[in-house]
């Protein structure tokens, strides 16, 4: 229902003939590439654009030729990461929101599973199989001599449907009690519910759970979210978030805010669809 929205419009409007929108993951040069791939995926994504638009195709298109090699990101490559290797995850991550018929981007997120298992395989995390499991298959860990753990958006995301049943229940009850949350996502632990609804911080809190629904087998342990969200809903039966809420990323949906009822429909329909997400799959 958002996808006319003046917000989609502009974004459509910047995209390269390729299927791009400049670079793909650092806004380095904001007055020549006003925004990045990956920004203009997300935030066409929550407005309602799936594999079967055309924008979203001509994108998936060009990352599926840049995960084979055919062509290149043209972000500078940054030197605290394994760029390669996070270049893979992050288009493939990308591809994977919107298709699960990418070959390459599939076996990526097969790789990725496979490492997260490992690092689980005695029955909790333990960081030196993962690093273990990653040199294994990467041969290297990247430039510096740390490597953070798979908690962030891409690896997240990528591997969902693609973990066991053991598995995904371990890995889930571990992102859920982390202190730091899901990096790139929100920075604080899931388990714990934000103290003001009507918050930017609690839209971000949302973009985590949401995510975190695509891990099936494993909604139902977010009852306490269910409820808390329920216990929120204004005397019209409705969700408003405030305006505060508000952050060019998940709000807003509508053209205006203006109208307090513009808000209270783009908030009802993020909430229910959560809402949805997590019952039909308990």
């Known amino acids: 229902m958002y996808k006319d929205s003046i917000w989609a419009k502009e974004i459509i409007k910047k995209q390269n003939h390729e299927g791009s929108w400049g670079y793909f993951h650092t806004l380095s040069e904001p007055n020549k590439y006003p925004i990045t791939t990956e920004q203009a995926l997300r935030r066409l994504q929550i407005l309602g654009y799936t594999i079967d638009d055309e924008p979203i195709k001509k994108a998936v298109s060009y990352m599926s030729d840049c995960l084979v090699g055919k062509k290149q990101i043209p972000d500078r490559r940054e030197k605290l990461h394994n760029w390669d290797v996070f270049t893979d995850l992050m288009l493939s991550t990308w591809i994977r929101r919107f298709t ?33 499991a990653y040199e294994s298959v990467f041969g290297m ?13 891409y690896p997240v995301s990528l591997m969902a449907n693609q973990l066991d049943e053991s598995t995904e229940g371990k890995v889930f009850d571990y992102i859920l009690n982390k202190e730091d949350g899901i990096y790139y996502i929100y920075g604080e632990c899931l388990s714990l519910l934000p103290v003001n609804f009507t918050s930017k911080q609690a839209s971000r809190y949302l973009g985590a759970i949401e995510l975190m629904s695509l891990y099936r087998r494993n909604t139902s342990k977010f009852r306490f979210v269910t409820d808390w969200l329920e216990s929120n809903k204004n005397e019209s039966g409705l969700w408003d978030m405030g305006s505060s809420a508000k952050d060019h990323v998940y709000f807003p949906l509508s053209d205006t805010w203006r109208q307090r009822s513009n808000r209270e429909m783009d908030c009802t329909y993020r909430i229910k669809n959560l809402l949805f997400a997590i019952v039909k799959t308990e």
């Open 100 to 132: 699960n018929e990418i070959e390459k981007a599939n076996s990526v997120a097969e790789t990725w599973a496979n490492i997260v298992t490992h690092a689980f395989s005695k029955g909790e995390y333990l960081h030196a199989d993962y690093v273990k």
């Open 141 to 153: 860990i990247p430039r510096g001599g740390r490597l953070v753990d798979f908690t962030s958006f």
